[in-house]
């Protein structure tokens, strides 16, 4: 009966796995076999060659790249604290009004990421909403926190709060009340039971959240436009630009595959550290 199950499933998924394979990875064949294509050539009836990606190294787009999951790393760290204390009220505390909280983020989803930060551009610019109306009332001025690293951070935890939130909470909730408080009964403080009880135990959680964001992050464009003013060119900026105005398609997508293989190392890496089966509710 299981091997039945099993060949009816294969046969069942086997649409959708085609249609994945044609959808994802069909696109990143063709991008891996550009970026070994000579510079500046628009077909793959070429002799391929490397040297897009010496020009990697040569031309300092690795810096772009180290700004980019530097800023990556520490949009999810701070995503990490502060999602937190909210995600364990949303599994543990809120009860009935988790619903209505998860409903008002995902509402926000609803409205495009450039509109959002336009909005905050438009509220911490000179003369904006704060900047304006402080001055109008105390005849006091100051300077714009926009076109820096620190506002490219704060947006990157903007947009990606609910990327970390949800799995976060889903995490927690796996902790098993009784097992939090036969440790207190036990004599553990609040912060042992953290340490070494709810973190572990929400650790599926963390790491699914921490990926989303920090692969999320670590490719977006909008916040160092936007927010940044490029101020910080990160990667993708790179890619675009080297799609568009460039108009070389095997720099972009030598760019493009350096990211995607760091990327997909750190994925794979963490995704082998989850139970799935756990997260899923389907282990018994």
Known sequence: ?????????????????LLMVLAFLAPLVVVAIFSIMPPKVFS?????????????????????????????LASTVI??????????????IFKRFTIVLTIAIVMSLFVSENIRLFGWVLTLMKGGLIEGHFRALTGIGFDSPLYGVPIIVFGLVYVYLPFMLFPLAQGISMVPDDTRQA?????????????????PLAAPG?????????VLAAGALAESKILG?????AIADDIETAFTFGQNWPLGS???????????????????????DAIMGRKR
Not at 79 to 92: E, H, R
Not at 206 to 214: A, P
Not at 229 to 233: E, R, W, Y
């Open 1 to 17: 009966m299981k091997t039945l199950d099993r060949r009816l499933g294969l046969l069942s998924a086997l649409p959708v796995t």
């Open 44 to 72: 793959l009836a070429n002799t391929p060659d490397f040297s897009a990606y010496a020009v990697f190294f040569k031309q300092g787009y690795y810096k772009s790249l180290l700004w980019s999951l530097g800023m990556a």
């Open 79 to 92: 995503l990490l604290i502060v999602c937190w204390p909210l995600a364990y009220a949303m599994a543990k």
């Open 183 to 199: 440790a207190y009964d036990l004599g553990a403080t609040r912060w042992q039971v953290l340490w070494q009880i709810e973190i």
């Open 206 to 214: 963390i790491v699914v959240g921490s990926l989303l964001s920090f």
């Open 229 to 233: 003013g490029q101020a910080v060119i």
């Open 254 to 276: 030598a760019l493009s595959m350096i990211l995607i293989v760091i990327i997909g190392t750190l994925a794979l890496f963490g995704v082998s550290k989850v139970d799935l």
